[in-house]
């Protein structure tokens, strides 16, 4: 049984554009792999409400996703262990 999800990353803007769109297609290679993208929403670049790592901007990407409950673990994982990835949420959407 699969769920809708979605994800907020907030990636760190030291990285080029080049390097930015290789970690997302990073994530969403590792989402599609495991389920099914439905959508993947760049917002770009946003100021911050505080500074993490002495950035003050960040940016943000949502994917919406449809996937088995348990690859969220992993997916929560890979996030944490990768370099430049400032904050991220996954959320399970309802209706």
Known sequence: MSNSYETIMVLSTT????AT?????KFTSLIAANGVVESVD?????KLAYEINDESEGYYVLVNFKSEPDFVKE????YQITDHVL????VRRTA
């Open 21 to 25: 769109k290789a970690l997302i297609e």
């Open 15 to 18: 990285l080029d554009e080049e």
């Open 87 to 90: 904050r991220t949420i996954v």
């Open 75 to 78: 997916l929560t994982r890979v």
């Open 42 to 46: 760049e917002w770009g670049r946003r």
